[in-house]
């Protein structure tokens, strides 16, 4: 069965650094492309980024360009998101996502997704 | 990109049909047949309903069913049950490789 798990949130200051993990298994890591999708407290979803599944391609939404780096190991099965120059407004729930199980190519949807894990940006 | 818009809230007494909308743009949805939608219960992670505008994945309801039209996506729920009680959201490829979600809808069975 497939699991994602998610781990690494936590309370950290504004313009400090975080990076999330996101482990998965009962699936073939290496031919799927990964997303993070967040949550703000009470609030919406919001896509966040995408990494193809050789890690050629990534893409972000416009408010984390330049600040977050989505990037994969397929030998550990993993997927991170590395966080810095953190904001108020980054606060969320940060869930991992998979992309629809196209092999080898994207499907642009999520079919399994982790549990999520919550990061805090507060002084 | 601004979200994709859905109606804040829809409700539904057992037995009905309600059918969420979720407008979007010609950037959007209306270049792509690439919308899901997504069911969150409070507390808990998304989960899939919809896939490529009209298509279900294994193990959902037949209840549940999808639509589009230029740009705007529909998703419709019939013979309600007090468990479709719930966050719905929409979701768009928007182009260069991102995604875009809607508000959400929170649906509520009387």
């Known amino acids: 069965q497939v699991q994602l798990v998610e781990s690494g949130g936590g309370v950290v200051q504004p313009g400090r650094s975080l990076r999330l993990s996101c482990a998965a298994s009962?699936?073939?890591?290496?031919?799927?492309?990964m997303h993070w999708v967040r949550q703000a407290p009470g609030k919406g979803l919001e896509w966040v980024a995408v990494?193809?599944?050789?890690?050629?391609?990534?893409y972000y939404t416009d408010s984390v360009k330049g600040r977050f780096a989505v990037s994969r190991d397929n030998s550990k099965n993993t997927l991170y998101l590395q966080m810095d120059s953190l904001r108020a407004e980054d606060t969320a729930v940060y869930y991992c996502?998979?992309?629809?199980?196209?092999?080898?190519?994207?499907?642009?949807?999520?079919?399994?997704w982790g549990q999520g894990t919550l990061v805090t940006v507060s002084s | 990109q601004s979200a994709l818009t859905q109606p804040a809230s829809v409700s539904g007494s057992p037995g009905q049909s309600i059918t969420i909308s979720c407008t979007g743009t010609s950037s959007n949805i209306g270049s792509y047949n690439l919308v899901s939608w997504y069911q969150q219960h409070p507390g808990k992670a998304p989960k899939l309903m919809i896939y490529?505008?009209?298509k279900r994945p294994s193990g959902v309801s037949d209840r549940f069913s999808g639509s589009k039209s230029g740009n705007t996506a529909s998703l419709t729920i019939s013979g309600l049950q007090a468990e479709d009680e719930a966050d719905y959201y929409c979701?768009?490829?928007?182009?260069?490789?991102?995604?875009?979600f809607g508000g959400g809808t929170k649906l509520t069975v009387l």
């Open positions: 009962g699936f073939t890591f290496s031919t799927s492309g």
């Open positions: 490529d505008v009209t």
């Open positions: 990494i193809w599944h050789d890690g050629t391609t990534k």
């Open positions: 979701c768009s490829y928007a182009g260069s490789g991102t995604l875009l």
């Open positions: 996502a998979r992309d629809g199980h196209c092999i080898s190519t994207m499907c642009y949807f999520f079919d399994y």
